[in-house]
């Protein structure tokens, strides 16, 4: 079975700019997290999607969106970039958000601002 | 002052030491408590989760939780350079994993 798939791997933004982010969940997990690591960090939770509502959010500005679709896909969007968002983003994928089915992460997207 | 703290490291051991991790927490709310490795340029996998106080064992790896004290702590029997990784611990209110809190993580060098 595929894991969590995210796209692109790398991208450099210029600081003012928007970007789009992309996660493909394992089949059949319905929950979808986001989470934000700096380098040397832990990673920070931004949002959470469960069922294509949104369930959480993290302390994270207006300037971060996101959404999940009917195939339980999702999209992170980050608009007027700014140095201090370059990070590495995480999706993670679950059947419920809970742990008892497994609670996998992708591998991540790179994101330089500069 | 941030909610979960683990000791920065780096740590670095000669292949078949025991290794201890450790992370202290400040919010009494939290009730699941995990562990994750991360490979260079991959994302964190869960080795293991507790719920609550007490130990949780799994091949070479044991979790230890003190609620009374706020602290955790993965132990790493005949640790391997394999094993070499970047572990955070992470915490949670409930099950709900999705929204966890992570510590910065200690890189571990385990050398042949």
């Known amino acids: ?21 992309r996660c493909s969940p394992i089949s059949g997990h319905k929950s979808v997290s986001w989470y ?30 996101a959404r999940q679709f009917p195939n339980y896909s999702s999209e992170l969007n980050v608009n007027a970039l700014l ?7 995480l999706c993670a994928s679950s059947l419920d958000g809970g742990l008892n089915y497994g609670y996998t992460f992708g591998s991540g997207t790179r994101l330089t601002v500069v | ?17 025991i290794v201890s991790l450790n ?7 939290f009730q699941y408590f995990m562990w994750y490795r991360q490979y260079s340029r991959k994302g964190p996998e869960l080795l293991m989760y507790t719920y609550s106080s007490g130990n949780k064992e799994d091949g070479r ?17 005949d640790s391997q350079p394999s094993d070499s990784a970047t572990y955070l611990c992470a915490m949670s209110a409930d099950t709900n994993a999705g929204k966890s809190t992570f510590g910065d993580g200690t ?5 042949p």
């Not at chain 1, 140095?83 to 983003?89: E, F, K, M, T």
């Open chain 2, 1 to 17: 002052q941030k909610e979960v703290e683990q000791d920065p490291g780096p740590l670095s051991v000669p292949e078949g030491a």
């Open chain 2, 61 to 77: 790896f044991t979790a230890q939780v003190d609620k009374s004290s706020k602290y955790i702590s993965l132990f790493i029997r």
């Open chain 2, 107 to 111: 890189t571990l060098t385990v050398k």
């Open chain 2, 23 to 29: 992370c202290t927490y400040s919010n009494s709310a």
């Open chain 1, 1 to 21: 079975d595929a894991g969590v798939t995210q796209s692109p791997t790398h991208l450099i933004k210029t600081r003012g700019q928007q970007v789009t982010l």
């Open chain 1, 36 to 65: 934000q690591q700096v380098l040397g960090q832990g990673p920070q939770f931004i949002f959470q999607y469960y069922e294509k509502e949104e369930r959480g959010r993290g302390n994270f500005p207006d300037r971060f969106s």
């Open chain 1, 83 to 89: 140095l201090g968002d370059s990070a590495l983003y």
